[in-house]
C-alpha cells in the first residue's frame, strides 16, 4: 500500500512538472505532499496518545453531518436532472438546501462545526480525572 501510494505520488508530481507550467500548482502539490508526509510521522510518532474512542465519536459525528449533506445534495441533483415526477418543484423546493443555497453553507459549516463542539463537550464533561492517582503510585511513595 505503501509503495502504491508512493508511486501515484511520484507519478502526479511527474504529470505536473512536465505538463502543467504554473510554479502555484507545482508548489501546491510540494507544500500538499510535505503536509501529507509531516502529519504521518506525527501520527506514527505520537500517535499512542490520542483516546481512539473519542477520536471514532468525533470521526461518527462528521460522517453523519457528511452523509446527511451527500444525501440532501444528491436529491437536488437528481431533481435538476428532471428524475423525478414533478421535478421542477422539487428542484426549487431544495434549491436552499444545495451547495449555493443559504442552508447549504450552514450544512458546510456544521461539518466542522458539530465535531469540534463534540470533542469540546467530551473533553469538558469526561468522567476520567487525571486528578487522582493510582493505588500502586500512592502505596509505591509512602
Known amino acids: 500500500m505503501i509503495t502504491r501510494e508512493g508511486m501515484e505520488t511520484a507519478l502526479l ?8 507550467k504554473s510554479t502555484q500548482v507545482i508548489a501546491g502539490a510540494v507544500a500538499g505532499t510535505t503536509a501529507a508526509a509531516l502529519i504521518a510521522w506525527l501520527w506514527s510518532r505520537y ?7 473519542r477520536f471514532f465519536q468525533v470521526t461518527a459525528v462528521f460522517l453523519l453531518v457528511f452523509v ?3 444525501l ?3 436529491f437536488h441533483e437528481l431533481t435538476e436532472a428532471n ?6 418543484p422539487l ?17 458546510s459549516y456544521a461539518l466542522l462545526a458539530l465535531p469540534l463542539g463534540w470533542l469540546v463537550f467530551a ?3 469526561s468522567g476520567k ?3 487522582v492517582r493510582p493505588a500502586v503510585q500512592q502505596t509505591a511513595t509512602r
Open 13 to 20: 508530481m511527474t504529470q505536473l512538472i512536465f505538463t502543467v
Open 47 to 53: 500517535g499512542y496518545r490520542v483516546n481512539l474512542s
Open 68 to 70: 446527511v449533506q451527500l
Open 72 to 74: 440532501i445534495y444528491g
Open 83 to 88: 428524475l423525478f415526477p414533478y421535478s421542477e
Open 91 to 107: 428542484h426549487w423546493a431544495t434549491e436552499p438546501y444545495g451547495p449555493d443555497g443559504r442552508y447549504g453553507q450552514i450544512l
Open 123 to 125: 473533553a469538558l464533561f
Open 129 to 131: 480525572r487525571n486528578s
